[in-house]
């Protein structure tokens, strides 16, 4: 069972920036890019300034970057608040494959690890793909407990793994750090998403944590299990696993370019019931809600557990389908601003709510997770009906977003804290980050001019 973790480790220890094909490298820069600005608006979240303060505030200092509060500190802080900020507002980029969100998993360590030890931009690019390949796989490899939330799970084998590959390490260190990080996964709960428990927005930056923790204690001398992976995805946190996806065209299909990109600001399984629903408002021209009697969505296994039609907080909002169609339909939109807590209060949009039904389609299930399928009907007050279906999210691979339409989500996350001017660098350095000399150069605009969020935000 082993000797596919000798060909991952060789593979991760002996690969180059100038081994990556140029798609993997074109993709990477917009995960960076759109990560950078799903982190520093997340940044600005009531929670996350909080517990940035108290986890900054003892004094100490570092030298890698807080994103979004031109704060820096040591490396494992950085990496757990950039990943917990990362995923606050549910529009971190994720890889339908994988049933999970590997960039935010690997990103956050390889970039604090990277500004502290002065690596340069390609560097830094090569451990990120990696790291995202790696947990990528894992995830593929596996089939989670249902019980099980994914973040915080096989992510911290890709933020180990991108973090060792910083450091230079050889194939047997990236071995026993896949080893050792194996057992460092948390036991999540999927019942933190559908109850509005926002702790589950730190599973991410738990991970970003002890990958660096992993490569440490791999230095220190500590060392896993012969096959860590097997026995946790095998035994432990897993009902399947099958390790030769983690070598089948390795080196060949890069998972960072079969990607997703989110633009609604809530859980990607309702994305297909939002997608289906706003073409039948647009086929429509508009759409009163008081003229809507009942609407029903039928999708697939995962969507229709989101069901909750009176969601406690902002992240019991975004994992709620009926508020999520309410409350984008009554607010013209589905990102950040209708996902706030005033929305949440907002009597109209619970009269919505009360109306969606949810339910499985056990014909729609099976088509994961190569498709994520969903079915709308509308039923009017006049008796009439409108019904709209798709088969894939937009921004999926199957059904991308414009380069146009996610620099237009890049703008508006980057606003929440950036000049139009800081963003726009920003964004020009991760767009070239293989060519610069030391990856400061992209982290050191981080310190730009930040504005405060605003009462809405806040």
């Not at 140029?22 to 940044?43: E, F, Y």
């Not at 980050?433 to 050191?444: D, F, K, M, Q, Y």
């Amino acid at each position: 069972m082993t000797d596919y973790l000798e060909t991952v480790s060789a593979y991760v220890a002996d690969t180059t920036l100038n081994d990556l094909p140029q798609p993997a490298i074109d993709r990477a820069r917009r995960v960076l890019a759109d990560s950078v600005a799903a982190i520093a608006a997340g940044s600005a979240e009531p929670e996350v300034v909080s517990l940035t303060e108290r986890v900054t505030g003892d004094g100490t200092t570092g030298r890698a970057s807080v994103i979004g509060t031109g704060l820096a500190t040591e490396p494992a802080k950085a990496a757990f608040l950039n990943g917990t900020a990362g995923t606050f507002l549910e529009l971190d980029e994720g890889n339908q494959f994988s049933r999970g969100h590997p960039g935010i998993h690997a990103l956050p360590s390889a970039l604090a690890v990277s500004e502290a030890a002065g690596k340069s931009g390609g560097e830094f690019l090569t451990a990120m793909i990696l790291g995202y390949e790696i947990g990528a796989r894992i995830g593929m490899a596996s089939k989670i407990l249902p019980s099980m939330h994914p973040h915080g799970t096989w992510g911290t084998v890709g933020s180990a793994v991108a973090v060792a590959k910083l450091h230079g390490a050889d194939a047997g260190q990236v071995k026993e750090v896949i080893n050792v990080s194996s057992t460092l996964g948390l036991a999540t709960s999927r019942q933190t998403m559908l109850q509005g428990g926002t702790v589950r927005n730190s599973f991410a930056g738990v991970s970003g944590h002890f990958g660096i923790l992993a490569w440490q204690m791999v230095e220190s001398g500590f060392t896993g299990e012969r096959d860590g992976l097997t026995t946790v995805w095998g035994t432990v946190s897993s009902t399947d696993w099958q390790p030769d996806v983690l070598t089948h065209e390795l080196g060949e299909r890069y998972e960072i370019a079969r990607n997703y990109f989110k633009r609604h600001a809530c859980c990607r399984y309702n994305h297909g019931a939002l997608d289906a629903f706003q073409m039948i408002v647009d086929a429509r021209g508009t759409l009163d809600p008081a003229t809507v009697a009942h609407v029903k969505v039928e999708t697939y296994s995962l969507a229709a557990q989101l069901s909750d039609r009176t969601p406690r907080n902002t992240l019991a909002g975004k994992f709620s389908l009926p508020f999520a169609m309410a409350s984008t339909l009554i607010n013209g939109s589905s990102g950040v601003e209708s996902f706030t807590w005033d929305k949440i209060r907002d009597q109209a949009i619970q009269a919505f709510a009360d109306k969606v039904e949810v339910v499985e389609d056990p014909s729609l299930t099976a088509m994961m997770p190569q498709y994520r399928p969903a079915r709308v009907t509308v039923t009017f007050t006049d008796g009439t009906t409108a019904s709209a279906e798709t088969k894939t999210n937009r921004g999926d691979t199957e059904d991308p977003y414009s380069d146009a339409e996610l620099d237009a989500k890049y703008a508006d996350l980057a606003g929440r804290v950036w000049s139009p001017e800081t963003a726009s660098a920003v964004y020009d350095a991760c767009f070239r980050v293989e060519s610069l000399a030391n990856i400061g150069a992209l982290t050191g605009l981080f310190t730009g001019p930040v504005t405060a969020p605003t009462a809405a935000q806040a």
